[in-house]
Every structure is written in structure tokens, then in C-alpha cells.
């Protein structure tokens, strides 16, 4: 007979302490760490040299760099004042920020908004309530952070970070040779619409979002040679109408606001759309089942910190809403990490 399994506090204490690793995490993105190192090159640098350059006091250093290396963001070469630190190839390719594949703008939001908000995670449960900026009067997220163009320009890039692999995994994973013309509504600084013009020459593509947004992406569109191919339209995405496309994308936009919205919004993507159109949302989706998408449940308690009565929902949550509007057919494409999307079309 087997011995009964012996059950521990391991799991839970680790769970406890988990944000203990994650500020680590994000300090070493704030303070640029990995960018300062990749400027060493191969050879790395010194604990007390990193340290100068980045602004660290004496006390922390070796506690901070050698936590990062017993992570795995970090190696080390040599032990004491000699040794030398260097990124790990995964720091290296996401968190340089003149890496073509950075994400740490996203990470950079999540520490110094996010962290601090997600304390009141309690009183949010009780209440209903959102806990960010609005929270005690203050103007909405959005209404914060459109005013100021330096900190539009932060989210805006940040949002890039949460969303541009799944983006490239749409532009390979779906079927964009059936159709010449795309639209994504909510389309911040044109991730998505470089990613498909990347992938498919033949597609004509326009990123639709608020004027101050639109500027953003125009600029980065001239930047990347491809303002010839992508427009950048600017409009209000509930009253504004709806730039003509094939294709309509919502990449992490329906998840923003409560159900009368959704629906809103799933409405006039319908009428936006001609009879053999799709509608293509990206999102971290919950399981049918709410049962193992811890990432898709997590980012639904965000948007209740963030908005209250917004949240994250399942694909077949989505395939309801969408036939009450009067869309036939629906396919799930699994995206990057827990990325997925649903498109939905308007033929059979």
C-alpha cells in the first residue's frame, strides 16, 4: 500500500511570496538594468560599476543582482567584487530596450501603476469598486492618461508590450489571403497593422483609435516605412463611424468595459462589416470551462481593479454575444503564450 502523500505549506508560501520575485522583476526593468548591461557587451560588468550606472546604493546590490541570477534573468561569471554579470538570453531579447522584441514598457506600467493598486485587491472584491487613479475622484484611467501626451505615449507603448506576439501569431495563424482590406479599432500605435502589413504585402490596413492615439501611430507608421500601406484614422470607437475593411479588429478592447458596452461594440463591428466580413477578437481568454486559465481569470480581477464592472470572459461567452447581433460561423485560434482569438463571421 503507498504511503499517503505527505502535504505541505510549500505551495502556499511560495504563492505568498510570490510579488517578492515579481518587484525584483520589475525594479531591474525600471531602473534598466539589462539595457545598461547589454551596453557592456560579452563581457559584462561588475556589481559596483553596474551599480554607479544605475543609481544603486551599496547595501542592495549583491542581494538584487544575485536574486536576478538565481531567477534565471541574469548569469554570473566569477564570484565577489570580481564578478560579472551578464542577461540571460531571454532578458537579452525582451527587456534590452533597443531590442525589436522589448516588452518592458508593459512591464514598466505594471510596476509603477499596477503593483500598488492590485494592494487594494480586497476592498475591490467587496465593493465592486475600481481601485486606479478614479478611485477617489479622480479621473478615469483613460480620462488620466489621454490628457498627458509624455504619459499617453508610456501606456500606449506599454499595451505594445502586452499584445505584439500575440498580434504576430494572428498574422500567421489566420486566413488573410481570402481578403485585400483590415481594420483595427482600438489600434494604439499600429502594432497589429505592422504585424499583418509584415506578414501579408497584399493587405490594405487601417489602425483606428482616438485622435491623440492616431498621431502616435502615424509617426510610427512614417518610421517604419510603411504609412503607404496603413493608414492611421482617428474617431471615437463608440460613436464615430467605422472605417470600411473586410476584417475588424478588437485586440484587447471588448475586455475593457462592462456588457452593455461589449455588446455595443460587437454591434457596430456587425454593421461596420459587408455580408462576407469577420470579426476578429484578441484576447486572454477564460476558459469555457473557468476552471485552468489562471492567466485570463487574473487579467479579469485587473479590469475590475482597473474599470469595476469591466472583465475578461470566455470564447463561448464571446460566440453568445456575437450570434444575438447576428454573426453565423465562429473559429478559435490559439495565439502566443495564453493569447487567443475568436473570429466571427458574418456568413455561414
Known sequence: MAAPQQITPDRILQQATAFWASKVLLSAVELNVFGALQAHGAEGATGPVLAQEIGMHPRGTYDFLDA?????????????????????????KYLVPSSPDYIGGALIMVSTRLFKFWHNLPE????????????????????????????LE????????FSKFNFRALADKFDFGRYQTV???????GELAIALARRHPHLRITTFDLPR?????????AAEGLADRITAASGDMFTSPLPAAQVLCMGMILHDWNL??????????YDALPADGVFVVIETFIDNERRTSVPGLLMSLNMLIEFGD???YTPNDLYGWCRQVGFKRFEYLSLAGPGGAVAAYKSA
Do not use: C, W
Not at 68 to 92: C, I, K, M, Q, S
Not at 213 to 221: K, Q, T
Open 154 to 161: 508610456v501606456f500606449a507603448n506599454s499595451m505594445t508590450g
Open 183 to 189: 481594420l483595427d479599432v482600438g489600434g494604439a500605435t
Open 260 to 269: 452593455p458596452k461589449k455588446l455595443e461594440l460587437i454591434q457596430r463591428a
Open 310 to 312: 469591466a472583465f475578461d
Open 68 to 92: 536576478l541570477v538565481a531567477l534565471g534573468y541574469l548569469g554570473r561569471t566569477g564570484d565577489g567584487p570580481d564578478g560579472r554579470y551578464h542577461n540571460a538570453p531571454d532578458a537579452a
Open 213 to 221: 492615439v492616431s498621431e502616435l501611430a502615424a509617426r510610427r507608421l
Open 124 to 151: 475591490a472584491l467587496r465593493t465592486g469598486q475600481l481601485q486606479n487613479e478614479a478611485k477617489d475622484g479622480g479621473k478615469s484611467m483613460f480620462e488620466a492618461v489621454y490628457e498627458d501626451p509624455a504619459r
